[in-house]
């Protein structure tokens, strides 16, 4: 078919999860039929187990995290806030962007983890440190407003 067995098992364990999913902790793609499921391919449980509505609340969550991180860059009190939200929210949403893709086989697999989600100690540390120097920007610059004229 030209798949390999991941991507293969994962638009399975995608589909299998139809439109509110089969329930959180009965998963069977995670047991039986796709090898390490809590890594990259975490995005297929979380659709099999809570189906399409679990699955686009995921993305919206990554959305709003894209829309808040640029309206922190927007508000940025210098050029240097500003340009290191941006690259702070880029590379998280594009990272999220890459995986979903990959899971949903219209990205090539690259072996990107989910931000916030997939397991691993080095991704999630590096993500935490990046969601909290956005939110000393924010709040850099929240306290900047609050003190001018």
Do not use: C, K
């Not at 210098?78 to 939200?85: M, P, Y």
Request: charge should be positive; charged fraction near 10%; glycine fraction near 14%.
């Amino acid at each position: 078919m030209g798949y390999g067995l991941q991507p293969l098992q994962s638009l399975v364990a995608l589909g299998t999860g139809g439109w509110f999913g089969v329930g959180l902790g009965a998963s069977r793609a995670r047991w039986s039929f796709l090898p390490n499921a809590h890594t990259d391919f975490i995005f297929s449980i979380i659709g099999e187990e809570t189906g399409l509505a679990g699955s686009l609340m995921v993305v919206v969550l990554f959305v709003v995290l894209a829309v808040v991180g640029f309206s922190v860059a927007r508000r940025a009190g210098d050029s240097f806030g500003r340009l290191l939200a941006v690259g702070l929210v880029s590379w998280l949403t594009l990272q999220a962007l890459i995986n979903i893709g990959g899971v949903a086989v219209v990205l090539p697999i690259t072996g990107v983890p989910l931000p916030f989600v997939s397991a691993g100690g080095s991704a999630l540390l590096a993500n935490m440190g990046a969601a909290g120097v956005l939110v000393n920007i924010a709040r850099t610059s929240a306290r900047r407003e609050r003190a001018a004229p």
